[in-house]
């Protein structure tokens, strides 16, 4: 049925068509960049060749400052952008749709948790944060596995801790968790700040690194999908089908992932996009201001920040510019085009 929905709206909708025909296209030149980049890697530099316009013979999309040939880094900042956007933007949708559910579902009364659990949760944070991220910033060479390691360790750690705390009487004891008053209080400090403000504020604290860039925009994108899924669970949770479902006696996750969960895809779909968009101009922005992701890393702000030095190098603005918006363009049409076929 959603397949058929599907080819009802390619025939209705030529954006649709043309917004996937330039993804899938995109994709491809990404998957073939070794391949199409006339033999010039992304930072190989040519300093008798700077600021070439457009048409030379080995450089047909011109060069930057340093001689770069723009064609190539056209393709390798496309990878870049996805590689940094897609992870990102899955991880919120998934942590923040199980967190907006799971509190409108709950509330503030029905989940009961040890004393015990608030002082090992709080302990984990802040040894993660120290261990993991801060102290290991100042070392770039740290691999992740080693991060891994230590996350690892920190973890089996106080879970045995936990453990030991659980066995004293006074923290034992089990308290209402005001889950939902904790995920909406959360969501209204992250979004009383602007997005772009709070991600210089937090890439203050570490290095340039794209794990650290993935990081920071993980920290910021699940909001959005949050306030969403907890506002159609809340929704959908009064219909008669969910009240016959817990009559029965069914368990709570299956309710909310089997029954709540594909009755809320679609605007979640449809957030998903427009996020995966709107990511995608965040990490340019954060290029251009050399913020976050190294020097050396191809990106397509990085190739509009080159641009400032020279204001005569229009082909360092227009196609950088002009693929960067046609992307987000294309992602958010197709994202409108499943809101509607879901919504049919």
């Known amino acids: 049925m959603i397949w058929q929905r599907l080819k009802r709206t390619w025939n209705q909708q030529t954006a649709f068509k043309l917004a996937t025909v330039y993804l899938l296209l995109l994709v491809l030149a990404m998957l073939a960049a070794p391949f199409l980049a006339n033999n010039f890697p992304p930072n190989q530099l040519d300093l008798a060749q700077t600021y070439q316009p457009p048409g030379a013979p080995e450089h047909w999309l011109g060069t930057d400052q340093l001689g770069r040939d723009v064609w190539s880094n056209l393709l390798y900042a496309a990878r870049t952008a996805f590689l940094v956007a897609l992870p990102v933007m899955s991880l919120a949708l998934i942590s923040g749709t199980t967190l907006g559910m799971s509190a409108a579902w709950f509330g503030n009364r029905k989940l009961e948790v040890h004393l015990a659990a608030f002082l090992s949760f709080g302990l984990w944070l802040l040894l993660v944060w120290f261990y993991v991220f801060y102290r290991f910033s100042e070392v770039p060479e740290i691999s992740v596995f080693k991060k891994l390691a230590w996350l690892t360790g920190i973890s089996l750690g106080v879970g045995l801790l936990h453990r030991l705390l659980k066995t004293l009487p006074f923290l034992s004891k ?102 995966l968009s709107g990511l995608l101009g965040l990490e340019a922005t954060l290029s251009f201001l050399g913020i976050g992701l190294p020097p050396e890393t191809p990106s397509w702000g990085r190739m509009l920040a080159g641009a400032r030095l020279n204001s ?33």
């Open 174 to 275: 089990k308290v209402p968790l005001p889950f939902d008053e904790l995920v909406l209080k959360t969501t209204e400090v992250l979004s009383s700040v602007p997005r772009l403000l709070l991600v210089l504020a937090f890439a203050a604290l570490l290095s340039p690194g794209t794990g650290n860039v993935m990081l920071l925009l993980s920290l910021t994108s699940w909001i959005g999908v949050a306030r969403l899924a907890r506002a159609e669970t809340l929704k959908i949770k009064t219909l008669p089908y969910i009240e016959a479902a817990q009559a029965s006696g069914l368990p709570v996750w299956r309710i909310l992932f089997r029954q709540v969960l594909p009755n809320a895809a679609a605007p979640l779909i449809t957030a998903f996009c427009f996020g």
């Open 312 to 344: 005569e190098a229009w082909w360092l603005v227009l196609f950088p510019s002009l693929l960067l918006c046609c992307t987000i363009l294309a992602i958010q049409a197709v994202g409108n085009a499943f809101r509607k076929t879901l919504n049919a």
